[in-house]
């Protein structure tokens, strides 16, 4: 093993097949600028180097959770799959295999291994993506492998639209893969006795044999007999309910809780109580709790760019989607506490920084309600209707009220509303739309088009346009907003990480706008002002000079349930 000594700038690390790794010093175009080293494993090539910049790796999933095993952090990093991913999509080729063996076999003109399979997001089960890297074509040295890929990519970013940005953004990814590893690691406090509480004060006593519990029983025995007829109706199959109500003479096209409540029928009102226990009982029950919680933890795996927006996923325990009434298990150790910080209107703020519209900038560059504050720039101090074209533009609600609303937002603040009405145009027309920093949308049929939030009015289709047209303008429209959000995410993650560096708080949660810190009481203001500050940091760092300020609402509380 090499000496201990201090180093500072970009080192590469390659994994090899005895488990040993292979390091060496990078010049700014990714060459290497000193001969190789060898260590016996990852840890000990980081313990024998101490400050160096960046490291440059194959996957941080990979490599980092080792680091974190054996007692040691980086600062920094580039992640080479993280980036391939990126730089595939802004080349058009979304979706293609981003792992270092099909990287370099692009590069060398031979055959592309695909990636390893990923379990689906928020599965039931942990993933084992990236465990095992994909063999490398020809049995290419995996260091030589590594440094030509890395070389290719910062001349692709350097090729790019706006190459500042692209390279800003692959280092906020990889910023947030080692946030992801080190939240996965840190684990969410979770008191497993009192979710066995209010589980059985939720869903009432266990039967034997895999059974319902008793509150979804009696809740099932209620929807039935509001039918009548003797007729058994199972609420967990939604083609049971729609049968059921159809014969009742109401005809559904779902079974969303939105729909059930606009009907007048004496089986709703069980209905919505069912759907909203067998939730908890199926997502976060007693099966839940023994798979998922260990040590006071809740642990899962964070998939930083899961989503196509660039918003992250999870792998195993439904971690971005914890019901309000099992936070109440989420209960920090003693003597700590949990600082709940929720980014206040997030994506207008978003809309105005990345459209320049100087009205919506002004009005976003205060840290009260946003849409408080619109609603007194005509919207004769109606906020609900303000909120509702605001978002309007954001989703493509332009059916209703919605379009009144949007005809007025558009009058005030036209160049916001042109930028999200001409990526909704590229989007039917079939082109391709980017985020603020450079994240590339998926072409047409590789990807769910997001439709509007539940309850939110159906758009119009714009003349001409065929539905599944529609359907990806509402995406585009949406995912050059909501990506450019997710990337000024990524960035008040590092800011934040980096502000905590020398305390004893740490990372516990993240999903897409919220965060929350687990940290000594005493350390409780010092953490809610870096948050503030980690926000107004990734503001000016993602889209520059702007009047726009991206405020949180912070709670200092002991249980997640009491945050605002």
Known sequence: MSEKRPVGGRWAMAEYADSSVVVCPLDEEGRPAGPPERSAGPAEA?????????WVWRSTASLYP????????????????AAEALLLGHEGAYGLPRSLSAAFARLSGLPVPDDPPQGPADSAQPSLFAAEPVPLPLDADPLQALLRVYAGQLARAAGTVRPERMRLLLA???????????????????????????????????????????????????????????????PDLPADIIRAFSRAGIRLTSTRAWELREIDHPAVAPLLEYKRLYRIHTAHGWSWLRSWVRDGRFRTEYVPGGAASGRWTTHGGGALQIPRAVRRAVVADPGWCLVVADADQLEPRVLAAISRDPGLMAVSGGTGDLYTALSRRGFPGDRAAAKLALLGAVYGQTSGDGLRHLADLR??????????????????????????????????????PAGPPEGAEEPERPRGATPSARARGRFTRNFVVQGSAAEWALLMLAALRAMLRDLRAELVFFQHDEVIVHCPTEEAGTVAEAVRAAGE????????????????????????????
Request: charged share 30%; hydrophobic share 40%.
């Open 46 to 54: 980081v313990r024998a180097r101490p400050g160096v910049a960046r």
């Open 66 to 81: 080792r680091l974190l095993a054996a007692g040691l952090r980086v600062e920094r990093c580039y992640d080479v799959e």
């Open 172 to 234: 906020a990814e990889s910023a947030g893969t080692l946030v992801a590893a080190e939240m996965g690691r840190s684990g969410l406090p979770w008191r497993a006795d009192v979710h066995r509480e209010l589980l059985t004060e939720l869903l009432g006593e266990r039967y034997p044999g895999g059974a319902p519990p008793r509150r979804l029983a009696e809740l099932a025995e209620r929807v039935s007999v509001a039918f009548g007829d003797g007729v058994r109706v199972r």
């Open 411 to 448: 009058r005030r603040f036209p160049t916001a509303v042109a930028y999200v009405d001409e990526a909704a145009r590229a989007g039917e027309e079939g082109r391709l739309v980017r985020t603020w920093l450079g994240r590339t949308c998926p072409p047409p049929g590789t990807a769910e």
């Open 537 to 564: 940091s990734a503001g000016r760092l993602t889209f520059g000079s702007t009047p726009v300020r991206f405020p949180f609402t912070t709670s200092v509380v002991e249980c997640y349930a009491d945050a605002r």
